[in-house]
């Protein structure tokens, strides 16, 4: 066998093991049974190794205030990951930094509005600029990343 055949082999068995030991990270999103923008988030996060049972709800403010989310940082959908709330279209690579470090004092992500350009709000080559805020229990909230600026 060639030197070059056995690094390809190498390196499939390395991929295929180290795809084998990814987490998937679950959680569910609230969401109107009417909005597409929330299924194009939802796919965005599947695509970036999270798996979210969907519920369906006609009314959101319930549940949004039992998350923790302010109306001045509300959007279209509502995520709960492993104990945490992400309100609207945050980027799924946030979401893993939020999950991963674990910052004092904060309970979740929320990207207000439903900015053009991000995760679900695609259209053409339209990009707003948006941030992303971090927000504690008692409507806090700091500046966790900015986009399109």
């Not at 796919?43 to 190794?49: I, L, P």
């Amino acid at each position: 066998m060639k030197t070059s055949s056995k690094a390809l082999i190498a390196t499939a068995l390395i991929t295929t093991s180290t795809f084998s030991f990814a987490q998937v990270i679950k959680g569910t999103n609230y969401q109107s049974p009417y909005c597409g923008c929330c299924k194009e988030w939802v796919k965005h996060m599947e695509d970036n190794g999270f798996e979210l049972e969907m519920v369906y709800k006609e009314n959101m403010t319930p549940t949004k205030i039992d998350l923790g989310i302010r109306p001045n940082y509300a959007s279209c959908h509502t995520a709960e990951i492993e104990g945490y709330s992400f309100e609207g279209h945050v980027p799924a690579e946030d979401i893993l930094r939020f999950i991963e470090s674990k910052p004092e004092r904060m309970i979740g992500l929320a990207v207000p509005g439903m900015p053009m350009g991000s995760p679900g709000m695609e259209y053409n080559d339209q990009k707003d600029p948006y941030e992303v805020l971090a927000f504690d229990e008692n409507g806090r909230t700091m500046v966790w990343s900015r986009y399109n600026q």
